[in-house]
């Protein structure tokens, strides 16, 4: 069983940042691939990034490109999320996720669908005033 444990949001302003970390814990990791969704109220989850957890492949919405970057620390087991140029838009519960459907290697593309990923953290509120 995978635990996922997300923290880091909070409050901020238009064009501020946040840094999300999601703590994993449970299995091992390497070759895995590891996601953020977010959902605001009212609309389906969506897919935020994604990366490979061996290092290589990560993966961006459109909508977060070049604001938003996923990263990993294999010595604490923790996925982070660094959101820059935040916008009122970004706002949503935002869930870390980990794909055991499959090995991811290096070159390979990682998920971006809800249905490809198995364990599911509970979700860390961001709030972007305007």
């Known amino acids: 069983q995978v635990q996922l444990v997300e923290s880091g949001g909070g409050l901020v302003q238009a064009g501020g940042s946040l840094s999300l970390s999601c703590a994993a814990s449970g299995r091992t990791f390497s070759n895995r691939a590891m996601g953020w969704f977010r959902q605001a109220p009212g609309q389906e989850r969506e897919f935020v990034a994604a990366i490979n957890w061996s290092g290589g492949s990560t993966y961006y919405a459109d909508s977060v490109k070049d604001r938003f970057t996923i990263s990993t620390d294999n010595a604490k087991n923790t996925v982070y999320l660094r959101m820059n140029s935040l916008k009122p838009e970004d706002t949503a519960l935002y869930y870390c996720?980990?794909?055991?459907?499959?090995?991811?290697?290096?070159?390979?593309?990682?998920?971006?669908?809800?249905?490809?990923?198995?364990?599911w953290g509970q979700g860390t509120q961001v709030t972007v005033s305007s």
């Open positions: 996720a980990a794909s055991y459907t499959r090995f991811y290697g290096l070159g390979d593309l990682v998920p971006h669908r809800p249905s490809d990923y198995n364990y």
